[in-house]
């Protein structure tokens, strides 16, 4: 049974950074892609980032692309980080992280990732 942490989240201000990371217990990452949702109160889980593990490819969502950065620890092969920079109070959420083996065309889609951690909540506030 693979199990995934995500944390790092916290309350920063408009324009700072935060670094979230992803550790998985039960498997290695080295077969799968790993994804970054987000849920903002009141609304649906949206697709942040991705990294397939193997090739190293990395995906963002269009308003994150620029600002995050979606990284994998070689060293570590259960550790994947979101780095998050200019961060924006619409970035605001609580972020999780996924693993699956989606198909290029669904490595947007909640459905295509089928363990999750547990959500770390991200306030971007003055």
């Known amino acids: 049974q693979v199990q995934l942490t995500d944390a790092g989240g916290g309350l920063v201000q408009p324009g700072g950074s935060l670094k979230l990371s992803c550790t998985a217990t039960g498997a290695t990452f080295s077969s799968y892609a790993v994804a970054w949702f987000r849920q903002p109160p009141g609304k649906e889980r949206e697709f942040v980032a991705a990294?397939?593990?193997?090739?190293?490819?990395?995906?963002y969502a269009d308003s994150v692309k620029g600002r995050f950065s979606c990284s994998r620890n070689k060293a570590n092969s259960d550790a994947v980080h979101l780095q998050m920079n200019s961060l924006k109070p619409e970035d605001s959420a609580v972020y999780y992280c996924a693993v699956g083996r989606p198909i290029t065309s669904s490595i947007r889609t909640v459905s295509a990732y089928y363990y999750w951690g547990q959500g770390t909540q991200v306030t971007v506030s003055s």
């Open positions: 990294i397939r593990w193997s090739a190293g490819t990395t995906y």
